[in-house]
């Protein structure tokens, strides 16, 4: 029987190679709804492609007789059947439809990390109530995964997540105080949408990573280190007790980790080879590095460590701040560095309290993003 699949934010980056995987498996797969948010003309298109499955936009407030886009796809998640749910909404506005995919009972492809930064325990609270997987789809926590699931966890030392640096690994804090919103937009190895791309430069990607990992494989902070390694070749490594340490590698393509977490590890014999050249790797001509981040350099992700020892909702208001400002800096309105500054200076306040639900963590999100707004309109340049 295929395997029906929602995919959420069908229009963006990590969709788009969704279906594609999909596409290959058609014999496998069944799409059962499309999400976009405001890119009606492209859900338009995708939605002559895959007829059979239902098109929302979740963009836009509605009307006092209608319901806004928001609740339309998280009614929808509701009543899809899916049996996976594919989450590549970006940002914080993919924490509801990802509980909303565990509520109906769908398992859940993850690739909007800010769903396990913000809401971790209680998300996986909720999954394992209604007794469903969460199958990481972000390249390092895919990696891990997988490499857990082949060596086991008992042995599990550590895990050491890679980092490409992003474009400005090599500069000087001077230099990145005034690079441009484009110049920030050309990451060296990875094709993604904006906001992870911007925080792919400033490390917040790795800060939210490793967040992201430590409510996953429910490991200290400790326990979790980022290494640079320029060329994005291996995924990441988990170290075992006995010294041992196991490494992920494939080219740089989200395909195959969405494959990965879409087959949730059962691949039919049939399929071999057929998504092979998702990650081919040429070993003719291949140079891997490692170097250790520069934490001076990129504060950010000193800071989600800092969040993650300090609990309660640190992570949650951690990734609010940080998208207030990466989204003020890409509309023009503060510099590179001012990300940094505004997310260290919001974190700073009292974010202790233990979220006892999803309303709570929503709240500290909105306190968040307002208190950064506060900062943005005071600094403007
Ligand atoms: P994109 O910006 O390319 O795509 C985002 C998608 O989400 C679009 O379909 C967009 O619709 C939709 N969307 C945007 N805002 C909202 C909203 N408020 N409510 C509902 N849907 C919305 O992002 P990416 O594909 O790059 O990233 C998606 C997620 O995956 C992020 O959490 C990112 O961190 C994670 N990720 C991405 C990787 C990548 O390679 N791109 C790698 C690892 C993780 P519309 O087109 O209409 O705006
Ligand atoms: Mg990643």
């Known amino acids: 029987m295929k395997k029906r699949v929602a995919v959420l934010g069908a229009t963006g980056s990590i969709g788009k190679s969704a279906l594609e995987v999909i596409t290959r498996g058609k014999d496998d797969f069944e799409v059962v709804l499309l999400?976009?948010?405001?890119?009606?003309?492209?859900?338009?298109?995708?939605?002559?492609?895959w007829p059979d499955a239902a098109a929302v936009l979740s963009g836009g407030e509605g009307?006092?007789?209608?319901?806004?886009?928001?609740?339309?796809?998280?009614?929808?998640?509701?009543?899809?059947?899916?049996?996976?749910?594919?989450?590549?909404?970006?940002?914080?506005?993919?924490?509801?439809?990802?509980?909303?995919?565990?509520?109906?009972?769908?398992?859940l492809a993850l690739a909007n990390k800010e769903t396990l930064v913000m809401a971790g325990p209680l998300v996986f609270q909720k999954a394992r109530e209604k007794k469903v997987p969460i199958i990481p789809v972000d390249s390092e926590h895919s990696a891990v995964f997988h490499l857990i699931e082949a060596h086991g966890r008992d042995a599990l030392d550590e895990i050491i997540l890679t980092a490409s640096g992003g474009p400005f690994r090599d500069y000087s804090p001077a230099e990145m105080e005034t690079v441009s919103p484009q110049a920030a937009l050309a990451h060296p190895t990875w094709n993604m949408g904006p906001k992870i791309t911007i925080d792919s430069a400033s490390m917040a990607n790795k800060g939210l990573e490793v967040i992201e990992a430590a409510r996953l494989f429910n490991l200290p902070p400790e326990k979790i280190k980022v290494v640079i390694h320029p060329q994005s070749i291996v995924h990441s490594m988990i170290r075992m007790k006995d010294g041992a340490v196991y490494a992920q590698l494939s080219r740089p393509d989200m395909?195959?980790?969405?494959?990965?977490?879409?087959?949730?590890?059962?691949?039919?014999?049939?399929?071999?080879?057929?998504?092979?050249?998702?990650?081919?790797?040429?070993?003719?001509?291949?140079?891997?590095?490692?170097?250790?981040?520069?934490?001076?350099?990129?504060?950010?992700?000193?800071?989600?460590?800092?969040?993650?020892?300090?609990?309660?909702?640190?992570?949650?208001?951690?990734?609010?701040?940080?998208?207030?400002?990466?989204?003020?800096?890409?509309?023009?309105?503060?510099?590179?560095?001012?990300?940094?500054?505004?997310?260290?200076?919001?974190?700073?306040?009292?974010?202790?309290?233990?979220p006892g639900d999803i309303a709570a963590v929503l709240e500290a999100d909105r306190q968040a993003r307002a208190m950064a707004e506060k900062e943005i309109e005071g600094l403007k340049c």
């Open 255 to 354: 395909r195959l980790p969405i494959h990965k977490a879409l087959y949730q590890s059962e691949i039919p014999p049939s399929k071999e080879g057929a998504f092979s050249e998702f990650g081919r790797l040429d070993f003719d001509s291949l140079t891997l590095t490692f170097y250790p981040p520069d934490m001076e350099k990129f504060p950010l992700l000193d800071l989600a460590y800092e969040t993650l020892k300090r609990g309660g909702l640190y992570p949650c208001a951690y990734n609010g701040i940080n998208e207030a400002a990466v989204n003020a800096f890409l509309a023009g309105r503060i510099g590179f560095l001012d990300i940094s500054r505004i997310t260290r200076y919001v974190v700073d306040k009292d974010w202790s309290a233990e």
């Open 35 to 49: 999400s976009a948010h405001n890119n009606a003309d492209e859900l338009a298109t995708l939605g002559r492609l």
């Open 63 to 107: 009307s006092p007789s209608q319901e806004g886009g928001r609740e339309r796809l998280l009614a929808a998640i509701a009543r899809c059947g899916a049996d996976i749910t594919l989450n590549g909404i970006s940002g914080a506005a993919g924490l509801e439809p990802s509980m909303a995919a565990i509520e109906a009972g769908s398992a």
